[in-house]
C-alpha cells in the first residue's frame, strides 16, 4: 500500500488509524506521518469535547443540542482531513489542525 493510500486509511476510524500507522512505520513519509498527526489530533480532541459535553449534559438541563452541533462538526472537520489525504496535500484540518502540526512526536 502507498503512503498516500495509508493517509487516507487513517482517517477510517481509530483502527484504521492504527492500521496505517503501524504499517506505514518504516516507509512513512511527509504526507503520512502529516494525516497521522492529523486525525490522531482530531479524534483525542472529539473525545475531550464529547467527554466534556457529556458530563454538562448531566448537569445542566438543556445542554443536549450541543451534543448533536458537536458531532456535526466533527463530521465536517473529518471529511476536510480525508479528502486533503484523498487529493495527498499536507493541508492542515480547518480550526484545529494547526493545533496538531508537530505535536506527538511517537508517529515520527
Request: charged content about 15%; aromatic content about 14%; glycine content about 10%.
Amino acid at each position: 500500500m502507498s503512503n498516500k493510500e495509508l493517509s487516507v486509511v487513517s482517517y477510517l476510524t481509530i483502527f484504521g488509524w492504527l492500521y496505517a500507522y503501524i504499517k506505514g512505520k518504516e516507509q512513512a513519509d511527509s504526507l503520512l506521518k502529516y494525516h497521522l498527526r492529523q486525525f490522531f489530533g482530531l479524534f483525542l480532541l472529539a473525545l475531550v469535547v464529547n467527554i466534556v459535553i457529556t458530563v454538562l449534559i448531566r448537569m445542566v438541563p438543556g445542554v443536549g443540542p450541543l451534543s448533536y452541533l458537536s458531532g456535526i462538526v466533527f463530521l465536517v472537520l473529518w471529511v476536510f482531513g480525508l479528502l486533503n489525504a484523498v487529493n495527498g496535500v499536507e493541508k492542515s484540518i480547518p480550526l484545529v489542525g494547526k493545533l496538531f502540526e508537530g505535536k506527538f512526536a511517537f508517529i515520527g
